[in-house]
Nanobody, 127 residues
Framework: QVRLLESGGGSVQAGDSLRLSCSFS????????MGWFRQAPGKEREFVAA????????NYGDSVKDRFTISRYIAKNTVYLQKNSLKPEDTAVYYC????????????????????WGQGTQVTVSS
């Protein structure tokens, strides 16, 4: 099992930037990809971004393309989500997750394909 801990959430103004971090520990050698999801009140959990741990291949949800960047620091077992040009509709609880599956692409759009999850960090963007 892998334990994940998100940090970096907070309250910002529209147009601001924010960087989320997710550090993980445990059976880290089995990690194939990491993903970020978000869930706004009354809405389903939404795919934000994913990164393959070894190849550093990335994938993004349509609503965050060109504004968010996912990256990882292998030596620190940490994945980041840099969020620029934030909008009020980006307000949500952000979760990081890891999967041991070697599949990538659209497979990682579904939260059912992840094995372990963090507890989430709240991001609030005001206009």
């Amino acid at each position: 099992q892998v334990r994940l801990l998100e940090s970096g959430g907070g309250s910002v103004q529209a147009g601001d930037s924010l960087r989320l971090s997710c550090s993980f520990s445990g059976r880290t050698l089995s990690t194939a990809s990491m993903g970020w999801f978000r869930q706004a009140p009354g809405k389903e959990r939404e795919f934000v971004a994913a990164i393959s741990w070894s190849a550093c291949t990335t994938n993004y949800g349509d609503s965050v393309k060109d504004r968010f960047t996912i990256s990882r620091y292998i030596a620190k077992n940490t994945v980041y989500l840099q969020k620029n040009s934030l909008k009020p509709e980006d307000t949500a609880v952000y979760y990081c997750a890891q999967t041991r599956s070697s599949r990538f692409g659209s497979y990682l759009y579904s939260d059912r394909n992840y094995d372990d999850w963090g507890q989430g960090t709240q991001v609030t963007v005001s206009s």
